[in-house]
């Protein structure tokens, strides 16, 4: 078994996603970089792909002894400056980021070297360090010699029942994933299609939940981690601001951590 990380990324986001700024979105996704020369250095093959016109070349050359990284980049075609060799990669920002990140992974398992020679890839949104990185990354190896995909999945009516709502209720954690290279290029390659923000339940999260439903009795697949997952940083969700390393968040964690070992077959 051996794993690359995928990082998606947008510095320059084309789709309206939130309040920060393109500089402090090219800070978050270099502390990101730097969290993990720090904690995995090169021990696992680090592709970041990203889909915009921003210069990298600073990346390359600041991580190329700390990290063992390969950087894709896909501008979209009306961002492109050369006149000649201009390459449409397809994205549509009228769908989303959502539709664009898988657009991207498909991509990066067609032209990456890196993944050429792993067989499962870890998927992490890039703007998010895993600050337990090492801890979740010993679980799959642990656990994933032989499985082709392990997500994590919320399938409970909990918040139906406190909040009155579904919402939160049924869905896949889109933010990482570890899935085999070459299920994913015979099964998912082109779920991006199924992807639509403008639509409710066409989002990535309600994606990976159908692919949970279709493979629940799979043992070939994994839709519960043991390990609660911990990022940092900060979301900008559909309906709230999310900051990862509040008090409040991981006064939560350390809950969800408890009720994963103590209930492993709910999945709230």
Request: aromatic share 14%; glycine share 6%; hydrophobic share 35%.
């Amino acid at each position: 078994m051996k794993i690359a990380l995928l990082l998606t990324s947008t510095v320059c986001p084309q789709v309206a996603t939130g309040k920060f700024s393109e500089s402090e979105r090219m800070e978050m996704y270099h502390s990101t970089l730097q969290y993990y020369a720090d904690t995995i250095g090169c021990d696992y093959p680090v592709v970041l792909i990203e889909n915009s016109d921003a210069d990298l070349t600073v990346w390359k050359e600041e991580f190329k002894e700390s990290l063992r990284l390969e950087i894709l980049q896909f501008v979209p075609l009306e961002l492109q400056n050369s006149q000649s060799n201009r390459e449409d990669y397809g994205f549509d920002n009228r769908k989303g980021k959502g539709y664009n990140e898988y657009l991207m992974i498909k991509l990066a398992l067609e032209r990456s070297e890196s993944l050429k020679e792993c067989t499962h890839f870890l998927k992490i949104t890039g703007r998010y360090p895993m600050l337990n990185i090492r801890e979740m990354l010993g679980e799959m190896e642990k656990r994933g010699k032989d499985k082709v995909m392990m997500c994590d999945v919320k399938d409970s009516r909990l918040y139906e029942i406190l909040r009155g709502t579904s919402y939160g209720s049924h869905w896949g954690d889109s933010r990482f994933f570890l899935v085999a290279v070459d299920f994913y290029k015979e099964q998912l390659m082109d779920c991006y299609q199924e992807m639509d923000d403008r639509v409710y339940g066409k989002f990535a999260e309600n994606y990976l939940y159908g692919v949970s439903r279709k493979y629940r009795k799979d043992d070939r697949f994994s839709f519960r981690f043991r390990h609660q997952v911990q990022f940092g940083g900060q979301s900008e969700g559909a309906l709230q601001d999310v900051l990862y390393i509040s008090f409040r968040d991981i006064v939560k964690n350390k809950l969800r951590s408890v009720l994963r070992a103590l209930f492993p077959h709910l999945w709230f």
